[in-house]
């Protein structure tokens, strides 16, 4: 499994972004905020500390998580990178298939919307599954295509 990834919320997802932190400890996670849920956020700010992180790497591994309350707003704004595939999981398949299918190298979760031992699901299994290839690589690169 990666040992470094980095994640971030709103404070729709700041509970459940702590919650993942705690089951993967073997990880190195660098948390990019916020620190507390004391007061409300705005989901792009934090989804901007992430991407321009990831943006540099132009890595095509797992990266990241951003989590707000649906996950639609962070995948919204993430998906305006150019080098990054943010995908929305809301089940191990869903997330299976973001990996294998779609490379996607951010992983995005609704912290009001699934349950804490489904997120757990999702990242294991957005962390222990490769991309694909093959059919996939071709459609993978069209999404890059600009328009
Ligand atoms: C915050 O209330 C909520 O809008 C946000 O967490 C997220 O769900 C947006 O997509």
Redesign the pocket.
């Given at each position: 499994m990666k040992k470094h990834l980095m994640i971030a919320a709103?404070?729709?997802?700041w509970e459940l972004k702590e919650q993942i932190k705690a089951h993967f400890p073997e990880i190195d996670w660098t948390d990019l905020g916020p620190q507390n849920s004391t007061s409300?956020v705005d989901?792009p700010d934090f989804a901007d500390l992430l991407c321009a992180k990831v943006e540099k790497s132009l890595s095509n591994d797992p990266q990241g998580i951003l989590i707000?309350?649906?996950?639609?707003?962070?995948a919204?704004r993430a998906n305006k990178y150019p080098h990054i595939r943010a995908a929305l999981a809301w089940s191990e398949d869903s997330s299976r298939l973001s990996r294998e299918h779609n490379n996607a190298n951010v992983l995005c979760l609704?912290?009001?919307l699934i349950s804490p031992s489904t997120a757990i699901e999702c990242v294991k299994t957005f962390l222990e599954t490769p991309f694909a290839g093959g059919r996939h690589t071709a459609r993978v690169e069209k999404i890059h295509k600009p328009l």
């Open positions: 709103d404070h729709g997802g409300p989901y707000c309350g649906s996950g639609q707003g962070m919204i609704g912290g009001r």
